[in-house]
């Protein structure tokens, strides 16, 4: 069955950089595209861009341009979110979401909390 | 850009309600609409793809209208299981916005 494995919490001082991943499993990885979806606490999805996997190719929506990259390993499955000069407002849930035939966000790993502190 | 404004953005209801959530694009988006159930701390769950197209496994309760700026998402008959936050959202171009999300909750 599709599956989106996502790695633990994290927490992590202003300033700093983060790196997450999004390990798919029960797919052909590179036939379906992957998105990234933030949510910050108590608010609502806010997508963030997309990835071709059988390319690389990575297209950021507006807003998420500059300290946000989008990466794969395709070797072992997996896409990877990088956040560089995390700020306090980086705080928020990151979901990866495979993009399905519909263009539809099929399915969903299971999210990361990222905490940026002091 | 498009915009997807949904209705209301918060509902009481009960077991057994007919209950239906509005969504209105800036400009027409054909049927590249799709519908989300989202439950506390967990990840969303697609319901709805092409504005009416049920995924597998989503009880027939749950259905999905419209074309063009409005599009609804209808559930028949409200199961406990179904207390929720649900959006929706717009495909265009490799493009996605979700709206603002409607959270419906127990009367």
């Known amino acids: 069955q599709v599956q989106l494995v996502q790695s633990g919490s994290e927490l992590k001082k202003p300033g700093a950089s983060v790196k997450v991943s999004c390990k798919a499993s029960?797919?052909?990885?590179?036939?379906?595209?992957m998105s990234w979806v933030r949510q910050a606490p108590g608010q609502g999805l806010e997508w963030m861009g997309w990835?071709?996997?059988?390319?690389?190719?990575?297209t950021y929506a507006p807003g998420f341009t500059g300290r946000f990259v989008f990466s794969l390993d395709t070797s072992v499955r997996t896409a990877y979110l990088q956040i560089s000069s995390l700020k306090a407002e980086d705080t928020a849930v990151y979901y990866c979401?495979?993009?399905?035939?519909?263009?539809?966000?099929?399915?969903w790993g299971q999210g990361i909390l990222v905490t940026v502190s002091s | 850009d498009i915009q997807m404004t949904q209705s209301p953005s918060s509902l009481s209801a009960s077991v057994g309600d007919r209950v239906a959530i509005t969504c209105r694009a800036s400009?027409?988006?054909?049927?590249?609409v799709a519908w989300y159930q989202q439950k506390p701390g967990k990840a969303p769950k697609s319901l709805i793809y092409?504005?009416?197209t049920r995924e597998s496994g989503v009880p027939s309760r749950f259905s999905g209208s419209g074309s063009g700026t409005e599009f609804t998402l209808t559930i028949s008959s409200l199961q406990p299981d179904d207390f929720a936050t649900y959006y929706c959202?717009?495909?265009?171009?490799?493009?996605?916005?979700f709206g603002q999300g409607t959270k419906v909750e127990i009367k």
């Open positions: 979401a495979r993009v399905g035939y519909h263009y539809q966000f099929d399915f």
């Open positions: 029960g797919y052909t990885f590179n036939a379906y595209a």
């Open positions: 990835i071709n996997t059988a390319t690389g190719n990575p």
């Open positions: 400009q027409s988006v054909s049927s590249w």
């Open positions: 092409k504005a009416s």
């Open positions: 959202q717009h495909y265009n171009s490799y493009s996605w916005t």
